[in-house]
């Protein structure tokens, strides 16, 4: 048996039209606040030999967009492995991630590779630069598998190199550069395909002070314009240019306080 229910007496016009007015506005904001980047359960795994490494166990975490976050942690702690699995170039072994509306836990290899050309941007430690080309050639080189004409191509690879102050080294091969021009020379590529969110995995590692502070201060300015940033980084003086700090302990996201403690702790002499 259907029950009714009475209903009270109609709105009026000028009531319907503003709840639907509060109705769109409050939509519109839980549009606007949702993070840029979620992640919910994720887990990374990885067998070596007869062990298995669990590389993330369980991390759960949102990042707003247009922020500058530095990821800390010691060796081991699964920092790399969150970097590349919310770059797409590795799959979680369990749970779930969202960038910028994308769920790149369910996207197949072909809508996983078109999300890493257009919407990510990467540095690394290494530089991974091509030897056999010139500085200009590495930044252009993205380019080339989005049926970019070269003229074009050279002409964006051109700019790029004089915003990163490189503009007197774009005819140079990479061993005629020195680390801290590799690095630029790797940013520079990286933003080929203006990405929404920029990755870098410990950019300073490999560069002396001077120059490990001009990549710090060139990642800053990329902030400031309106991008994403995710630094993975064991250099201490990336706080002072982030907006926030991600803590990673044994594969998961702790507090800055319980970090101090288990960094610590993992330092202290060894009673005699």
Same mark, same amino acid.
């Given at each position: =048996?259907?029950?009714?229910?009475?209903?009270?007496?109609?709105?009026?016009?000028?009531?319907?039209?503003? @709840?639907?007015? !509060?109705?769109?506005?409050?939509?519109?904001?839980?549009?606007?606040?949702?993070?840029?980047?979620?992640?919910?359960?994720?887990?990374?795994?990885?067998? #070596?030999?007869?062990?298995?490494?669990? $590389?993330?166990?369980?991390?759960? #975490?949102?990042?707003?967009?247009?922020?500058?976050?530095?990821? =800390?942690?010691?060796?081991?702690?699964?920092?790399?492995?969150?970097?590349?699995?919310?770059?797409?170039?590795?799959?979680?072994?369990?749970?779930?991630?969202?960038?910028?509306?994308?769920?790149?836990?369910?996207?197949?290899?072909?809508?996983?590779? $078109?999300?890493?050309?257009?919407?990510?941007?990467?540095?690394?430690?290494?530089?991974?630069?091509?030897?056999?080309?010139?500085?200009?050639?590495?930044?252009?080189?993205? =380019?080339?598998?989005?049926?970019?004409?070269?003229?074009?191509?050279?002409?964006?690879?051109?700019?790029?190199?004089?915003?990163?102050?490189?503009?007197?080294?774009?005819?140079? !091969?990479?061993?005629? @550069?020195?680390?801290?021009?590799?690095?630029?020379?790797?940013?520079?590529?990286?933003?080929?395909?203006?990405?929404?969110?920029?990755?870098?995995?410990?950019?300073?590692?490999?560069?002396?002070?001077?120059?490990?502070?001009?990549? #710090?201060?060139?990642? $800053?300015? @990329?902030?400031?314009?309106?991008?994403?940033?995710?630094?993975?980084?064991?250099?201490?003086? #990336?706080?002072?240019?982030?907006?926030?700090?991600?803590? @990673?302990?044994?594969?998961?996201?702790?507090?800055?306080?319980?970090?101090?403690?288990?960094?610590?702790? $993992?330092?202290?002499?060894?009673?005699?």
């Amino acid at each position: =048996m259907n029950t009714l229910t009475k209903a009270g007496p109609a709105a009026a016009p000028q009531e319907t039209a503003t @709840l639907q007015t !509060k109705a769109t506005a409050a939509a519109a904001h839980t549009a606007q606040v949702a993070p840029f980047i979620a992640t919910t359960n994720l887990r990374k795994s990885f067998q #070596m030999g007869p062990t298995m490494v669990h $590389a993330l166990a369980g991390v759960n #975490m949102t990042i707003e967009g247009g922020t500058f976050q530095a990821i =800390m942690g010691p060796s081991g702690s699964g920092k790399s492995t969150l970097l590349y699995l919310l770059g797409g170039l590795d799959r979680p072994t369990a749970g779930h991630i969202i960038v910028g509306g994308h769920e790149i836990d369910k996207l197949d290899e072909n809508a996983l590779a $078109a999300y890493r050309r257009r919407f990510i941007g990467f540095v690394f430690q290494s530089f991974n630069l091509i030897p056999s080309l010139s500085a200009w050639e590495n930044v252009a080189f993205p =380019m080339r598998f989005a049926g970019i004409s070269r003229r074009e191509r050279q002409k964006r690879a051109f700019a790029l190199l004089e915003r990163v102050g490189l503009a007197d080294r774009r005819s140079h !091969k990479p061993t005629e @550069l020195s680390g801290g021009q590799q690095q630029r020379v790797a940013i520079a590529r990286s933003l080929v395909n203006e990405p929404r969110l920029v990755l870098a995995d410990e950019p300073t590692g490999n560069l002396d002070t001077a120059s490990g502070q001009s990549i #710090m201060e060139l990642l $800053a300015e @990329l902030h400031r314009d309106g991008r994403t940033i995710l630094v993975v980084t064991h250099d201490p003086r #990336m706080a002072a240019y982030a907006t926030h700090q991600i803590f @990673l302990l044994d594969g998961r996201v702790v507090s800055e306080e319980i970090y101090r403690e288990g960094t610590e702790l $993992a330092h202290a002499p060894t009673p005699s």
